[in-house]
Structures are given as C-alpha cells and as structure tokens.
Nanobody
Framework: VQVQACGGGLVQAGGSLRLACVAS??????MGWFRQAPGKEREFVST????????YYADSVKGRFTISRDNAPNTVYLQMNGLRPEDTAIYYC????????????????????WGQGTELTVSS
C-alpha cells in the first residue's frame, strides 16, 4: 500500500491551504494527518474513519482545519484555514486497514502506512 501526500507550501499567517492524501488501495479504514515541527515529536492532527464516516481533530486545530474525503474513498483532504506560524511542520499522511478504538486514534503507532510528508511553512 502506498500513501502519498501533496499540497504543502509557503503561506502567510491567516491564510489557507489544502493538503491531499491519496492511497493506492480502496480498503483503508482510517486516513489522516500527523505533523512534525523542527525539534518536536510527531503529533496527531486529524483523521477520518471511512465506515461510518467520522472525523477526529486535535484540539489545536479544531475550528480551523477540516478533513474530508473525495467520492473516491481512497482520497482525503485537509483544508487548513486561519493558519498560524505554529502550524509550520512537515505534514504526513497516515492510514490503516481496520478500525481501532477511538482512545488510540491519535497515536502514530496505530497507523500502518505513511506517506513521505509535505512541508508547510506559515510566515508571520
């Protein structure tokens, strides 16, 4: 299974950007995003389960970021609005085959497949 992320770039604070994640298979149950800023650990951003379709967000991005899926079930997007300098990071798409308990949905170790990352820089 291959997972590919794209859409990063340089944005001014307050701006918007949309990331996309495409998987090579239709069987993935969860697809979502993590990010890693320089000198920091990788952290959960958002994920979406496919059946039923449910979105989950980190508190730091609630109300600013929206995860969605295309009609093709192997594609998810992350619409990021109201970007802040602290959102600067490499954003990784992550996916897994089966359902997991929501108590561990934000753990990087729960995801089996990872993309190469796409870099977002938010200037102040």
């Amino acid at each position: 299974v291959q997972v590919q992320a794209c859409g990063g770039g340089l944005v001014q604070a307050g701006g918007s950007l949309r990331l996309a994640c495409v998987a090579s298979t239709l069987r993935l149950y969860h697809m979502g995003w993590f990010r890693q800023a320089p000198g920091k650990e990788r952290e959960f951003v958002s994920t979406m389960s496919m059946s039923p379709v449910t979105a989950y967000y980190a508190d730091s991005v609630k109300g600013r970021f929206t995860i969605s899926r295309d009609n093709a079930p192997n594609t998810v997007y992350l619409q990021m609005n109201g970007l802040r300098p602290e959102d600067t990071a490499i954003y990784y798409c992550a996916a897994r085959n089966g359902p997991i308990d929501t108590s561990i949905i934000s753990r990087a170790g729960a995801y089996e497949y990872w993309g190469q990352g796409t870099e977002l820089t938010v200037s102040s």
